[in-house]
Every structure is written in C-alpha cells, then in structure tokens.
C-alpha cells in the first residue's frame, strides 16, 4: 500500500513538473515572439510608398454608372461610410460593384452590358480577337458603338496614375468591377478592321502602358493580377495580332515605344500587392479575435494557441521577401514563399504559444506561390512583345527568323525566358513558367517572316 502511495505522490510530483515545464514553455515563446527580424519586416510591410498620379479607384469604382467626374469620389465616400456602418461581403473573386440599394451609383444611368452582348465582346484568354471582328465587321461597329458611353468611361483610365482601395482593407470588403475595362480591346480591334491602323495601334499600345503602370501601382494582389492580364497577356495579344496583319513598311506608332519598353525591377515587384495581403491579415489580427468566441470556454483556448502578435510576425517573414530581391533576373528571383523549414513541422519553439497562428500560417503562404512566377511570365511576355516588334523591324535582311531571335538586343533577353519560333513558323512562342493556364503563350508573327522561318 505505502509502495503504491509513493507511486502516485512521484507520478503526482512529475506531472506538476511537466506542467510547469509546459507553462515556463509557453511563457517563454509567448515572449520571444514575433523577433526583432519578424517586427522588422512587419514595418516594411506596414510602410506604403507615395504612389505618381491620381487614384483611379474612384473611376473604378463607377465605371459602369453614368457618374459625372464631380460627382464620383462623393458616390465612392458615401458607399465607404455605408460599408462602415454596415460590412458587407464581395460577390465573387470575378469582382464588380455589390448590388446593394444603399449604393450611391445605383443612382445614375447604368452603362452595363447586356448578356447577350457581353458573349459578343473579346474575351481575355481567347485569341483571335481581331479575326472575329473582321470576320463581322458591321455586327462589331454596332456593338461598339451602342457601348460608346462605357468605352469612353475605360479609355480615361490612361489619364491616372495608381490604384488604392478607399476601403479598410478586410476580407469583406468589396472592390471595383474590372471586367468591363477589358471591353475597350474590342473598340481597337474595329478601329483596325476599319483601317484606322495608327489610332488602333496607338489605342492598344496606351491600354498596355496603362495597365503595366496601373497594375504595379496599386494595393491589391488582384489588381497586380488585373494589371498582368490587360497589358502583357491580353492587349498584347491584341497587338501582336494587328501587327501580324499591318503592311510591312507602316511603321508603329510613338505610343508604343513605352508600351514595348523592357519591364523594369520595380514592375516586377510583388511588394505592393504582398502590402495589401498583409494589410487583410494585420486589420484581421488587431481585431479581437478572442472576443468573438462566444464561449468562455473557447476565448480561454483561443487566447492560448493563438497570439496576434506572433502570428503578424509569422505572416510578415512569409511575405517580406517579395520587398527584396529587386534587380535579380528571371529564374535568379527568388520566389518569396519557399520556406522549407516553415512547411515541414509545426514542432517550432514559436509554436509553442501560438499553434493556431503556426497552423494559419502554413496553410496560407502555400496559396502565394504561384504569383511570383505569373510575374515573371509578365516579364517575359512583355520582352517577347518586344522582341516581335524588333524582329518585324529587321525583317528583309535575308536572315531567318530564328538567326534574327537569337541576335535580339540584350535588354529583351532574360536567362529564365525560353522564347522560340513556334513549330508551324509562324508564331513566336513563349513556355510558361505558371502553367495554370497552358504550357505556353503564342502569337502570330509578321507575314514578313514567315518565309524566313526554319
């Protein structure tokens, strides 16, 4: 009996002695994080830049309303104060102004597309945009022109400088319809068809540099994304089109110089988008994450798995990596989500104290690595769109188009890019490093060329 006692006085002892172990544990991890390493980047990422020009998320924000340049930043304030008073979630990731009878633009003459119409317009991932408007030549000036108002409304987004959302960043604000920016592709292409080359050329080429300014200047990774779409992908697209179809001794437009133009570091950048990401988790993390458990129970666990400050640390290191690097090249850039030592375990010291933050943390930043690579792909389209206008240029020097390739200004090559004369001769082709989409980006060469293909 007495051996028994004994035992269980010493299990008693020891599991005090563990418990205690437990809490000097978590005391300790409670106070070394975040580190001196993690508030740091948290700084950085708190730290905005002074964006150039004016903010054109107000436009934006009423694109398809008949709203006078007066009226649209008092439409976009009050719809601010009524989201204050009463948060409201995003209709989907496709974007677009939330149909709310509190929404101040609901007020002026809607300058939407209709259904049937929208199937009509260009679409972002479909080539052959100029091909189908040719093809209907009549159908399409009317389309264009029945859309005249919105058209005109897209093409003043060439006057602006950045986009920064009005709203406090949370998971449930909304954000701008961006959709029928993408509609003024379609104007350009009749413009062509029409034979008004230079002013299509130059449409295009001013709707590439202002998505390519618009994209990087601005505090969203959507955005960023928007931006990627509409310059490089989309309206480059549009343009290596034209180009394909343009008389070989026009030349192109002045406007098109800084729309070609090689991508600089700074374009390349992810740290304004990472900004906006960190800004949705740090307001999500200052906001009383224990008080909203309704149990006391549940604010009691809460508060012993999860400490905000800790886990704003957490995000920071995952994110302020895309902030470094600038200047790098192609694949020499390092992609900013790679943490190996973060994704294998969550047996971490720091996780001792704050096991829900760890657990966030490595669900979250795996979702961040594709970005790094459509960015380069961004890069890398806009060098090839270069590379095309180039290559059409030399054109008639009795040299192939693959000779001609591989003598390309040194300012449009990248060691990551692997940019090639298509197999059919007649298109230039881009291997992508984000294959979310397709393998590969392809647009047609000049008629010019063709014959020289290998």
């Known amino acids: 009996m007495q051996n028994v006692q004994a035992a269980l006085k010493w299990l008693i002892i020891l599991a005090l002695l563990l418990l205690f172990m437990l809490v000097a544990l978590w005391g300790v991890s409670r106070m070394m994080y975040p580190t001196k390493a993690q508030r740091q980047a948290i700084e950085v990422l708190r730290a905005w830049p002074e964006f150039e020009g004016e903010n054109a998320y107000a436009l934006l924000w009423t694109l398809e309303r008949d709203v006078p340049d007066g009226d649209m930043q008092a439409v976009l304030d009050?719809?601010?104060?009524?989201?204050?008073?009463?948060?409201?979630?995003?209709?989907?990731?496709?974007?677009?102004?939330?149909?709310?009878?509190?929404?101040?633009?609901?007020a002026y003459?809607?300058?939407?597309?209709?259904?049937?119409?929208?199937?009509?317009?260009?679409?972002?991932?479909?080539?052959?945009?100029?091909?189908?408007?040719?093809?209907?030549?009549?159908?399409?000036?009317?389309?264009?022109?029945?859309?005249?108002?919105?058209?005109?409304?897209?093409?003043?987004?060439?006057?602006?400088?950045?986009?920064?959302?009005?709203?406090?960043?949370?998971?449930?604000?909304?954000?701008?319809?961006?959709?029928?920016?993408?509609?003024?592709?379609?104007?350009?292409?009749?413009?062509?068809?029409?034979?008004?080359?230079?002013?299509?050329?130059?449409?295009?080429?001013?709707?590439?540099?202002?998505?390519?300014?618009?994209?990087?200047?601005?505090?969203?990774?959507?955005?960023?994304?928007?931006?990627?779409?509409?310059?490089?992908?989309?309206?480059?697209?549009?343009?290596?089109?034209?180009?394909?179809?343009?008389?070989?001794?026009?030349?192109?437009?002045?406007?098109?110089?800084?729309?070609l133009a090689p991508p600089t570091s700074s374009e390349l950048s992810l740290c304004n988008a990472m900004r906006g990401e960190f800004a949705f988790v740090d307001n999500q993390y200052l906001h009383d994450l224990v008080e909203q458990e309704e149990s006391t129970l549940d604010r009691m666990l809460t508060k012993l798995t999860l400490d905000p400050e800790a886990s704003l640390g957490l995000r920071a290191e995952g994110f302020v990596p895309a902030c470094r690097g600038e200047g790098a090249s192609g694949d020499e850039r390092?992609?900013?989500?790679?943490?190996?030592?973060?994704?294998a375990t969550l047996w971490r010291f720091e996780c001792i104290s704050n096991l829900a933050g760890c657990v966030l943390d490595q669900i979250a930043l795996p979702a961040y690595g594709d970005y790094d690579l459509r960015v380069q792909d961004h890069g890398a389209r806009l060098r090839a769109l270069g590379t095309l206008a180039w290559l059409r240029q030399n054109a008639g020097q009795g040299r192939s188009a693959q000779s001609l390739l591989e003598d390309r200004p040194a300012e449009l090559v990248d060691p990551g890019d692997d940019l090639a004369i298509g197999p059919d001769g007649e298109t230039l082709q881009l291997t992508l490093r984000w294959t979310g989409r397709g393998e590969h980006w392809m647009i047609p060469l000049p008629a010019s060329l063709h014959a020289q293909a290998p």
């Open 78 to 106: 009050e719809d601010v104060r009524n989201f204050d008073l009463e948060p409201y979630a995003p209709p989907s990731i496709e974007g677009g102004v939330p149909e709310r009878s509190s929404s101040a633009a609901n």
């Open 109 to 259: 003459p809607d300058l939407g597309v209709s259904d049937e119409d929208r199937q009509l317009f260009c679409k972002g991932l479909e080539p052959g945009c100029l091909q189908r408007v040719m093809a209907d030549p009549d159908r399409y000036n009317a389309l264009v022109e029945r859309y005249a108002p919105l058209l005109d409304r897209v093409e003043r987004l060439q006057h602006y400088g950045h986009v920064r959302s009005a709203f406090p960043y949370t998971i449930h604000s909304p954000w701008p319809n961006s959709n029928s920016a993408g509609y003024l592709r379609t104007r350009h292409a009749v413009q062509f068809a029409n034979g008004a080359h230079q002013q299509a050329l130059s449409s295009i080429c001013r709707d590439i540099t202002t998505w390519r300014r618009l994209g990087v200047q601005s505090d969203s990774l959507i955005t960023l994304m928007i931006g990627i779409a509409y310059s490089s992908r989309e309206n480059g697209r549009l343009f290596a089109e034209m180009l394909a179809e343009l008389p070989a001794d026009e030349s192109l437009p002045s406007a098109c110089d800084e729309a």
């Open 334 to 343: 390092s992609t900013f989500v790679t943490h190996p030592q973060r994704q």
